[in-house]
């Protein structure tokens, strides 16, 4: 249990605002990250780590204060994510603004969307590659991937994120593992 | 003697379970005996140790991919800081929310608490809202003693001479026995006049308070609902 983060909450539940500031400074970046990875998407990974704040503000009475606030937070995000990329998936002309996301169109949704021409010297072929089979991964195998490999959560801490049994988790990663393998096998 | 348990642990293993024994192997599960196992059926099995080798090389790349840092965001201090300041500004005042979700919190504890409080509310709503909407005047009684009752504006009287069988229920109004009951006279809401001709043989009740009333209603339904 980490005892700032938990000395955090506690403030921020009397009403602290500058202690919740804190938890948002500590896990922005996590979030985004996760978000980022999961969706591919610059507005949509913003949007996600936003309501889940709001979400963790609002239900800050009802954290368990014997799970990680870790996992709870990375249980919010990844099913926030998650619920877009559910939505998303009907998605036809490019051109068409679409009904989920105001003032987004099919573009917006495209993984290149932001990248600029510097920064797209900054990443290799090789990652490119890995980041296009990785998007093509189903939601359920993509969420248990991204937390796995992303902050190197342990299986157990995978399974208490996504409130499933370990074993699941295993066949997940495994499925999921094997999925990339196939995906790669001719490219690499 | 080597011979003889490469063969062992040869035949001890399939390519099925290899390949899942590589899996725990990368998932940093599998102890050395296991990978001992794994190895010696790899030594003999090509199509094996290929995909070993492709898992590891997956395993790897993936980790690298994923922890690289998100640099095709172009993402800045400035970035970092605008999404912090606008999460901050969304956030609703503290005290309003709180409150809120105490109260829908303790209905979700307590749904059987919830459930009879809602039934009391809706009883007592329904009880009060009829006792004070009523000012209709209403006369019960049996059908041989209503043709000698006469009614004049919400007065209901029982005339001279004339002699009713049964009880005589009058709501909101004014009831002046002349004659003979022989019944109950029940009033609510309203008043008895007991002439000097008149004359009552069972009992006579005057109700206008809420209660009297409430508890006239639960008396005569529950008298009524069991069969006599």
Sequence with gaps: MNLLESQLVKLALKGDQAAFAELVEL???????????????????????????LRVYNN???????????TWIYRIATNLSIDRLRKRKPVYSLDAESSDYEGLDGYSMIPSDNRT??????????????????????????????????HELSLQEVGDILDMPVTTIKTRVHRGREFLRKKLEHKL | MIERTKKVGLAAMECKVAIQAIHLYLDGELDIDQFKQLEAHMNNCE????????????????????????????????????LKSS??????????????????????????????????????????????????LIISGSQEDLQYIVINGNTVIVPEGSKLTGDLVVENGIVEVKGAVDG?????????????????????????????????KVTSSISGAIPQ
């Design chain 1, 27 to 53: 896990y922005q970046e996590k979030l985004y990250h996760m978000a980022y990875r999961m969706l591919n998407n610059r507005q949509e990974a913003e949007d996600v780590v936003q309501d889940t704040f």
């Design chain 2, 87 to 136: 999460i901050l500004a969304q956030l609703p005042t503290k005290q309003q929310t709180r409150s809120n979700a105490r109260f829908v919190r303790w209905l979700y504890r307590y749904p059987g608490l919830t459930a009879a409080a809602m039934f009391i509310v809706v009883m007592f709503i329904s009880v009060f809202a009829s006792w004070d909407q009523d000012n209709k």
């Design chain 1, 60 to 70: 800050l009475e009802r954290y368990d204060v014997t799970m990680k606030f870790s």
């Design chain 1, 117 to 150: 021409p510097e920064s797209e010297l900054l990443i290799s072929e090789t990652q490119q590659i890995i980041h296009q089979a990785i998007d093509t991964l189903p939601p359920k195998y993509k969420s248990v991937m991204i937390l796995r490999y992303i």
């Design chain 2, 184 to 216: 109950n006279v029940t009033v609510i809401d309203g008043k008895m006049v007991l002439a000097s001709t008149g004359h009552i043989a069972g009992q006579s009740k005057i109700i206008d308070q809420a209660l009297d009333w409430i508890w006239y």
């Design chain 2, 47 to 82: 199509g094996c140790k290929q995909q070993y080798e492709q898992l590891e090389k997956t395993d790897a790349m993936t980790q690298f991919a994923m922890h690289a840092p998100v640099m095709n965001t172009a993402r800045s201090e400035r970035d970092i800081a605008d």
